[in-house]
Structures are given as C-alpha cells and as structure tokens.
C-alpha cells in the first residue's frame, strides 16, 4: 500500500511515503471513518470546481520549484502567527507542501509530516521527519490513524482544491480534539490551476470560501479570520479605505490573509 524510501534530508529515518492513488477509494477506508468530520453542506458549485488546466496536477507540478511563491512580509507574519498557535510538544502535518513550511527555526517540533505532489521540493525541506505524496483533487483519504495531529497547517494552497469539503472533512478526521487548522494564503496563485470560484473572486470573497469550507464541515469551531493588507492605515475609515481593503487591492507587498478553526473546542 506504501513505497518507503530513504530521505536524503534526513539521517534520523526519515521517510518518503508515497500512497498508490490507482487503486480504488474503498481500500483507503480510515480505520474509524465515523469521526471523520460530518459534512454538512457542499460549499462549491461544479463550475465552481473546474479550473482552465485541466491536466492532472501531478503532470502540472512534476518538475521542482524552488521558489518563494509570496514575499517576505507573508512569510514574516505567517511565521510569527505560527509562533504565537504552535507549541513545541505538538505533531503537525503541512499540508499540501513545499521546500520550506515558514516554521519558526528556533522551535524544535515533536513532528512534522509534510504532504505534497513534488517529491524533490518535499525532499529539500529541512523541517519534515516525513514526507507523503498524495493528489488531493483524485483521493482525500490519508492512510493515517484518526486523531494523529495537533495542528494542520496549508499554505498558499488551498486555491487549487477542487474538493475542499472532503479535505476538510478528512483533516478533521486527522486533528486531535482542541487541534488546529490554519490555512494561508495571499493574492498570488496559478491561475491556470485555481479553481473557477477562486479565480473569480476577490480578497474578501476568497476568504468568505475559506470560512465556509471550516463551516460546512461539522465539529469545527467558528473560523477566525486575520488580515493584514499592504500599506493600509489603521485609522483609514473612509468607504473607499475599507472597500479597498476587504477587496485586497492595496499596493505594495502581498496581502496575508489566514483562517483559523480548532476541531471541537479551542484550548484555553
């Protein structure tokens, strides 16, 4: 069911775990699927779901890339938000990965999976233990125990979904209770690769989507939303202040924008 390998980044075993997505669904039953998330709506159309390149994403992200896909002020404020959520004794996955998680380097981590659809990037990030390999838009179950995670986080990626509800229903599954997802992103994507509802919408909009994605899905707590958006003024009232900036479309550096939801109950 898995093909393990050495990681070359890792002394310490890590391992490469890459899930064979051809096989059918019904062999990737969780081993306690009733605490998978119950949903309770679908949020997306089916256009809604449908993106310009339709080629499977595991062709689209075949060859590596080691690149910054937001700019330094993102990072900045997503490792610091990361800072004041995540503790040093919790299991994290990162989902939907890349060459680096913006983790803060000082904070060493009981454990990081990473998850993605680029071996090599995955292979180069110096903060996962272990990696897997899995095509979110073609299967959504991860061949792990329910109740495995502290935090899940996705950054910068969760545009390219094309079944979200079922994402987020398994990453429920996954999340210890008083666990947390947090959820990342900016105004940059692959536009080709984006779901049409994404590509349509705006900065307040997008984040509307996110919202309802933790809504739709049962058990969640309600979604808290942080924004912080380029070059705006904390004492900029005006309509045309506030209007530009719940569309994001303030200059300058990249807008940050993250959604927060905890499984069941938020620790105190």
């Known amino acids: ?15 490469i775990i890459s899930s064979h997505e051809n096989k059918p669904s019904s062999n990737h039953t969780p081993e306690n699927p009733s605490s998978a998330g119950r949903i309770k709506r679908l949020v ?11 080629y499977p994403d595991r062709d689209f992200y075949s060859s590596p890339r080691f690149v910054a896909h937001v700019d330094k002020n993102f990072i900045s404020t997503l490792t610091n938000l990361y800072r004041s959520i995540l503790r040093p004794e ?10 680096i998680s913006h983790l803060p380097d000082e904070v ?31 299967e959504q179950v991860f061949e792990m125990e329910s109740a495995s995670f502290d935090a899940v986080l996705c950054t910068v990626s969760v ?58 899905v049962e058990g969640f707590t309600e979604p808290r939303v942080i924004r912080k958006l380029p070059n705006a003024k904390e004492d900029d009232n005006s309509i045309f202040g506030r209007i530009k ?24």
């Open 90 to 99: 919790m299991e994290i996955l990162d989902l939907m990965s890349s060459w």
């Open 108 to 138: 060493k981590y009981e454990k990081v999976v990473g998850h993605g659809l680029n071996p090599q990037e995955l292979a180069k990030n110096p903060r996962l233990d272990y990696f897997l390999v899995k095509d979110l838009n073609k």
């Open 159 to 216: 545009q390219y979904l094309q079944q979200p509800e079922k994402v987020f229903a398994e990453i429920f599954r996954l999340l210890r209770p008083g666990g947390v997802f947090i959820v990342s992103f900016s105004n940059r994507l692959f536009y080709e690769k984006a779901i049409s509802a994404w590509r349509d919408g705006t900065g307040y909009s997008r984040v509307q989507l996110v919202v309802q994605y933790f809504q739709c």
């Open 1 to 15: 069911m898995f093909s393990i390998q050495q990681s070359p980044q890792k002394s310490h075993l890590s391992r």
């Open 44 to 54: 997306l159309s089916q256009q809604g779901r449908t993106k310009l390149n339709s």
């Open 245 to 268: 900036g719940l569309l994001g479309l303030l200059s300058g550096s990249d807008p940050f924008y993250a959604v927060i939801a905890y499984k069941n109950f938020k620790p105190v």
